[in-house]
């Protein structure tokens, strides 16, 4: 369990991550299929949150689960080469 020091001290650094991002407008700079593939993605992981349903997974969950099974080279595949190794698509 982490203490109320590391607490106070994630809090301050999520607040300067999200400060960083806002001046620097990172998101904003990208070019703009990068953008539209993020809000694709974004809206992809909304719409199942809203249903509760498990496909389409992030690549950041589909990872976890190559992780949980112990699949090799999964820290070098994309989000549709984890998908065909985990044998969802």
């Known amino acids: 369990m982490a203490t109320t020091k590391q607490r106070q001290a994630a809090k301050r650094n999520i607040k300067k991550a ?21 809000g694709k993605q974004a809206a992809a992981v909304a ?8 496909s389409p997974m992030t690549r950041a969950e589909l990872y976890e689960e190559a992780k949980r099974r112990n699949i090799a080279g999964r820290s070098t595949m994309g989000r549709a080469e984890l998908a065909r190794a985990l044998g969802r698509e």
């Open 18 to 38: 999200a400060a960083g991002a806002t001046s620097k407008r990172s998101i904003a700079s990208m070019p703009k299929a990068t953008r539209s593939a993020l």
């Open 47 to 54: 719409e199942r949150n809203r249903r509760g349903g498990s």
